[in-house]
């Protein structure tokens, strides 16, 4: 298995919500990263967690709180965003950190 | 320290072109990641290299060190071939920085 999953695929979410974004891998990785992607712009590094810790927070507002449950799991968690928080959100993994990745088909966010 | 640059922004080509994409960084580096990703977001891992020529199918990948400059080469490009391909560089730390990406459209 050479996959990684994200869902939801689509979101559609008003500012006062509050979802999650799950992404999953069974590939034995122990790095695992979120990427906020805007149109035609490259990916952003939002996280990197390095044995299910954080090792790399890109000043990212409060408002996304990253939560890695165990080394197969990588959660997003999102509440109270705002309308320019709208972009596809891509999860990635690697063997170790700063290995080759592995990137999930992301989830497209829109912020209403 | 942390500008990688793509050429071309777009390139549009003919089906059975050969096809060059090329990107260049400021400092030394300890890997280069070429990545490909589809309309619809996906993004699929295609090189990473450190030094040489990788090839796999009708792609390959070279890396000039002391020149700072990698390119991507498509053989008899084909249709399916038409996505944005971005390269990523890794510096001393571990965060890969990604170039701006060039898009290819091949018409049959």
């Known amino acids: 298995d050479t996959e990684v999953t994200q869902t939801p695929k689509h979101l559609v979410m008003g500012m006062t919500n509050k979802k999650s974004l799950k992404c999953e891998q069974h590939?034995?990785?122990?790095?695992m990263y979120w990427y906020k992607q805007k149109a035609k712009k490259p990916p952003e590094l939002m996280f990197v967690?390095?044995?299910?810790?954080?090792?790399i927070n890109e000043s990212v507002p409060s408002r996304f709180s990253p939560e890695c449950p165990n080394s197969s799991l990588l959660n997003l968690h999102l509440h109270a965003l705002q309308p320019e928080d709208s972009a596809l959100y891509l999860c990635?993994?690697?063997?170790?950190?700063?290995?080759?990745?592995?990137f999930g088909s992301g989830t497209q966010l829109s912020v209403l | 320290k942390n500008e990688v640059e793509q050429s071309p922004q777009n390139l549009t080509a003919q089906e059975g072109e050969f096809i060059t994409i090329n990107c260049s960084y400021s400092?030394?580096?300890?890997?280069l990641h070429w990545l490909q990703q589809h309309p619809g977001g996906g993004i699929v891992s295609l090189f990473m290299?450190?030094?040489g020529k990788k090839k796999h199918g009708r792609l390959i990948a070279t890396i000039n060190i002391q020149e700072k400059h990698s390119s991507l080469h498509i053989t008899a490009s084909h249709p399916r071939d038409s996505a944005v391909y971005i390269c990523?560089?890794?510096?001393?730390?571990?965060?890969?920085?990604f170039g701006t990406g060039t898009s290819l459209t091949v018409i049959p």
């Open positions: 990635a993994s690697s063997q170790v950190v700063a290995e080759k990745l592995f």
């Open positions: 590939m034995g990785h122990r790095a």
């Open positions: 967690y390095s044995y299910e810790k954080l090792s």
């Open positions: 400092v030394g580096i300890s890997a």
């Open positions: 290299l450190s030094s």
């Open positions: 990523a560089v890794r510096y001393t730390g571990n965060q890969f920085y």
